[in-house]
T-cell receptor, first 113, second 110 residues
Framework: DAGVIQSPRHEVTEMGQEVTLRCKPI?????LFWYRQTMMRGLELLIY????????DSGMPEDRFSAKMPNASFSTLKIQPSEPRDSAVYFC???????????FGPGTRLTVT | AQSVTQLDSQVPVFEEAPVELRCNYS??????LFWYVQYPNQGLQLLLK??????LVKGINGFEAEFNKSQTSFHLRKPSVHISDTAEYFC????????FGSGTKLNVKP
């Protein structure tokens, strides 16, 4: 299996622009997680889905952030409008049924100038 | 509530020396415990996990961890480290969702 796939790997954008991060989970996994990693705050869970349904979005920082999972093989995390403080590495992870282990993607490094 | 504490933010050690990275958690219920490793500019990779059974868990790259319920700890150990072990290590607890520690940066010196 190719593992969790994230795109793009790097994104540089200007403040105020819309940013969309993409994730393809491992086939057969039914849970998907979005994390943000920064030096100041470490790894933070933003939102997670189970069977394509958002279960807990309490970590989403504000209304500028939104996430969707239209089907079992694709999810997006959108930031609109983006701000410099959104600069971070964003990870997607997926998890198979009946297994607590999460499998992480390589991350998207976002820089907002 | 669940939480994870990694007591050391950085651990310097010489090559071939033993190392222990400490992790304590707080939980009122049974949990699953994990250690992940993150190499520079990469994602997180599972080192080992404790779900049940033997309290001594062996993982990849010669690492092992021991689950101690009475001390609510899950310390990671390696008897002899390599330069290639230089990375950041995260302890995590799973109860419905993951709670990560703040990470420990292991710096192996020649």
């Amino acid at each position: 299996d190719a593992g969790v796939i994230q795109s793009p790997r790097h994104e540089v954008t200007e403040m105020g622009q819309e940013v969309t991060l993409r994730c393809k989970p491992i086939s057969g996994h039914n849970s998907l997680f979005w994390y943000r990693q920064t030096m100041m705050r470490g790894l933070e869970l933003l939102i997670y889905f189970n069977n394509n349904v958002p279960i807990d979005d309490s970590g989403m920082p504000e209304d500028r952030f939104s996430a969707k999972m239209p089907n079992a093989s694709f999810s997006t995390l959108k930031i609109q409008p983006s701000e410099p403080r959104d600069s971070a590495v964003y990870f997607c992870a997926s998890r198979p049924p009946q297994d607590p282990e999460q499998y992480f993607g390589p991350g998207t490094r976002l820089t907002v100038t | 509530a669940q939480s994870v504490t990694q007591l050391d933010s950085q651990v310097p050690v010489f090559e071939e020396a033993p190392v222990e990275l400490r992790c304590n958690y707080s939980s009122s219920v049974s949990v699953y415990l994990f250690w992940y490793v993150q190499y520079p500019n990469q994602g997180l990779q599972l080192l080992l996990k404790y779900l049940s059974g033997s309290t001594l868990v062996k993982g990849i790259n010669g690492f092992e961890a021991e689950f101690n319920k009475s001390q609510t700890s899950f310390h990671l150990r390696k008897p002899s480290v390599h330069i290639s072990d230089t990375a950041e290590y995260f302890c995590a607890v799973n109860f419905n969702k993951f709670y990560f520690g703040s990470g420990t940066k292991l710096n192996v010196k020649p």
